[in-house]
């Protein structure tokens, strides 16, 4: 099973700041197959990218993927005040399919 | 418009059963597979394993191997997940998710409560 650690667990930002969270891979993520999803409280997750780095269709061009193997990112440009939230990882490579455990963006 | 459509929370017993029904519209559920994804209050997402709709091939996360089943009824364009021997870390909000691979589309949510 591919054990998915994201960090921070906890980033402190205010709006128009950029945001960097980090997804490590306990082994190679097979042909990228990476997405990330946010989720706001009390909503289900939205998918956000797949592929490691396509953005899915909808998503505002502030949110972007990128990585390979076992190091993934993303990285939001400008932090909007809708973009605080919970944001997980999730590989779809292999199975078991897996999640981090999530990063919270808070408003600082 | 692509919709999964979830059945109303539940509140079960410590060894009971519960099926969650999750109603595909907008699109014939034998296109797509189904995955099951849970999360327990304040933590994060869990994959409970996926059906596929055309053959009804199933595939489970190992922890809950011979208490989930998943089936569908293509006649109603309807998924279900039954869990069984419920237990109290079983809390949690079950969602369905269209496919297998990356998660476009969710259900709504069903909130299963195990309480004595």
């Not at chain 2, 060894?15 to 109603?23: I, Q, T």
């Not at chain 2, 191997?65 to 364009?77: A, I, K, L, P, W």
């Amino acid at each position: 099973e591919i054990v998915l650690t994201q960090s921070p667990g906890t980033l402190s930002l205010s709006p128009g700041e950029r945001a960097t969270l980090s997804c490590r891979a306990s082994q190679s993520v097979s042909s990228n197959y990476l997405a990330w999803y946010q989720q706001r409280p009390g909503q289900a997750p939205r998918l956000l990218i797949y592929g490691a780095s396509s953005r899915a269709t909808g998503i505002p061009d502030r949110f972007s993927g990128s990585g390979s193997g076992t190091d993934f990112t993303l990285t939001i440009s400008r932090l909007e005040p809708e973009d605080f939230a919970v944001y997980y990882c999730h590989q779809y490579g292999s199975s078991p399919r897996t999640f981090g455990q999530g990063t919270k963006v808070e408003i600082k | 418009q692509v919709q999964l459509v979830q059945s109303g929370a539940e509140v079960k017993q410590p060894g009971a059963s519960v099926k969650v029904s999750c109603k595909a519209f907008g699109y014939t559920l034998i296109s797509y597979y189904i995955s099951w994804v849970r999360q327990a209050p304040g933590q994060g997402l869990e994959w409970v394993g996926w059906i596929s709709t055309y053959n009804g091939n199933t595939n489970y996360a190992q922890k809950l191997q011979g208490r989930v089943t998943m089936t569908t009824d293509t006649s109603t364009n309807t998924a279900y997940m039954e869990l069984r021997s419920l237990r109290s870390d079983d809390t949690a909000m079950y969602y369905c998710v269209r496919g297998s691979e990356y998660f476009l589309h969710w259900g709504q949510g069903t909130l299963v409560t195990v309480s004595s």
